[in-house]
């Protein structure tokens, strides 16, 4: 295939490419990295396809790119950074101490927390009475810091429920 033909290619496929992309991996920037991965992984290989059967070939092509970049090292890396951060945010923002400001709430507050059940009830004490760090309360318990991070997620969408119920 020459150049010329290649281009009319990448101009004729690139919004289904980056549609494929995007959709899987939901990040604009990463969708137009992958979209960019596709056409050249698609030049270099370009001799092993039939004309008639180039937009399944790309489409397939994206497909795979999308599906490496999501079990990737660098994407469950940035994915926990993302986590953490998201808790910092949790801690400041959602936490379920900011629902019920004063000294009533919080008191409530930490009724509702000692009612929780295990893995729930120490994790919730550490983190939302306590203020450690996940990685303290990682540290303390022995447990793996992403299972203190869902652990924290769950407590606090149950403390959530709970103070939606009594409202």
């Known amino acids: 295939m020459t150049t010329e033909k290649f281009k009319t290619l990448i101009c004729q496929y690139e919004k289904l490419v980056f549609t494929?992309?995007?959709?899987?991996?939901?990040?604009?920037?990463?969708?137009?990295?992958?979209?960019?991965?596709t056409f050249v992984s698609a030049f270099t290989h370009i001799d092993s396809c039939r004309e008639d059967t180039?937009?399944?070939w790309l489409a397939r092509i994206?497909?795979?790119?999308?599906?490496?970049?999501?079990?990737?090292?660098?994407?469950?890396k940035v994915a926990l950074s993302q986590d953490m951060?998201?808790?910092d945010v949790i801690r400041q923002e959602n936490s379920p101490?900011?629902?019920?400001?004063?000294?009533?709430?919080?008191?409530?507050?930490k009724e509702k927390i000692l009612t929780l059940k295990e893995p729930y009830s120490k994790?919730?004490?550490?983190?939302?009475?306590?203020?450690?760090?996940?990685?303290a309360i990682s540290a303390a318990l022995g447990r793996p810091k992403k299972t203190v991070?869902?652990?924290?997620?769950?407590a606090r969408?149950?403390?959530q429920q709970m103070i939606k119920e009594d409202t």
């Open 20 to 37: 494929i992309c995007y959709q899987m991996v939901r990040d604009y920037q990463e969708a137009e990295n992958l979209t960019q991965e």
């Open 157 to 159: 969408s149950m403390l």
């Open 85 to 87: 951060s998201e808790m």
């Open 149 to 154: 991070q869902t652990q924290i997620y769950r």
């Open 54 to 56: 180039m937009k399944a």
């Open 123 to 135: 994790v919730s004490i550490m983190f939302f009475l306590e203020e450690k760090s996940i990685d």
């Open 97 to 109: 101490e900011q629902l019920y400001m004063g000294e009533e709430g919080a008191q409530r507050i």
């Open 62 to 76: 994206a497909t795979n790119k999308a599906k490496d970049h999501l079990k990737s090292a660098y994407n469950r």
